[in-house]
């Protein structure tokens, strides 16, 4: 068939050539089950003959599906949501879904409207580590449905989450066998979920007869607030940092060197999350580590599972794996 021929073909002559209404091989193109084998043969073969694909858009507004889902993060700087973004990328993509992706930039009030809008859009959502208040959170979900939360539970709603409890206590347990019993923890953003359990954690782990002091310092979640806290740091008199994750760790590392303070020679640093450069810093970093490709992939799967009519598959948690390395050691007297 030459070329003009292939231009012009569209379902009225697939139709036609296959002797079958429009809606018969708008039906079979869109891939519904409702029309009889023989029939889906000849429109199949029609379609072939004529070199005719149906158009994405017109496929689209008759399934009233785009194809397309939605992944909202905080802050798409770090690495950490940059694996889970790859995980949740690949995995949509092989199942013939692609992904569109807005960032709130740690601006609480943008996520609502960023959801709002990428629903509008999407087939569903999922959100990444959701700062929004609780009340709000349960307010906007029937809204998002199909909707995948990580990083937050809310009832009904199917959710990844990191026992971030769990892998403060190891290496909280990591640096009380090396010896430190005064403990500074630079904080993550406020309104963060995980900021909080982990914060839970360490007061818990503190209050209940493990002998440590723990000494709270106000961060974030970027390297320039890491290295914009060093000095306290260093000032605090601690011989131990929890880092909120490890872009926090990274940071606090970068300012400690520049102002002569030996890592782990005078004070050790656990950073959190396993970011792919948590090995090769100076020293490589001690950490928790989080199945980020796991959890994108993990969240394309309870989507996929909403939009076909079922529930998701409720929640899921994830318990970190502890990493030590060389920014740990022992204290002076430990």
């Known amino acids: 068939m030459d070329q003009n021929a292939r231009v012009s073909a569209n379902i009225k002559l697939v139709a036609e050539a296959a002797g079958v209404s429009r809606a018969t091989v708008s039906r079979v193109m869109n891939g519904r089950s409702t029309v009889a ?3 889906a043969e000849r429109v199949l073969a029609a379609a072939s003959a004529l070199d005719y694909a149906p158009s994405q858009v017109a496929r689209s507004l008759a399934l009233g599906r785009t194809s397309t889902i939605a992944l909202i993060v905080p ?18 993509g092989e199942d013939g879904h692609r992904l569109l992706i807005a ?4 601006h609480v009030e943008d996520e609502e409207v960023l959801a709002l809008e ?60 090396l010896g430190h019993r005064r403990i500074v923890y630079l904080a993550g953003p406020p309104a963060s979920t995980s900021n909080r359990d982990r914060l839970d954690a360490l007061l818990r782990l503190s ?11 106000a961060c974030g979640a970027m390297f320039e607030n890491g290295h914009a806290v060093a000095g306290g740091v260093a ?51 001690t950490s928790a580590a989080v199945p980020r490709n796991t959890l994108g992939r993990r969240a394309w799967e309870q989507l996929r599972s909403q939009l076909d009519g079922h529930d998701g598959g409720g929640s899921a948690d994830f318990r970190p794996r502890l990493l030590v390395r060389g920014s740990t050691g022992r204290t002076a007297e430990g």
């Open 235 to 285: 000032a605090s008199g601690a011989t131990a940092a929890v880092a909120y994750n490890d872009m926090v760790a990274f940071g606090a590392l970068s300012g400690l060197h520049e102002l002569g303070v030996s890592v782990p020679g005078q004070i050790s640093i656990t950073g959190f999350d396993d970011i792919p450069f948590a090995r090769f810093t100076t020293p490589p970093l």
């Open 207 to 217: 209050q209940e007869g493990r002998e440590f002091e723990l000494i709270q310092v």
């Open 75 to 92: 802050d798409l700087s770090n690495p950490m949501f940059q694996d889970v973004l790859r995980g949740l990328s690949q995995a949509a």
């Open 103 to 106: 960032e709130s930039n740690e």
């Open 37 to 39: 084998p023989e029939l």
């Open 118 to 177: 990428a629903r509008r859009r999407c087939d569903g959502v999922v959100l990444a580590s959701p700062r929004l208040p609780t009340a709000d959170l349960e307010r906007l979900a029937p809204q998002l449905a199909p909707l995948v939360l990580i990083n937050r539970k809310l009832p009904g709603v199917p959710s990844l989450s990191v026992d971030y409890a769990a892998g403060i206590q190891d290496l909280v347990a990591h640096l009380l066998s």
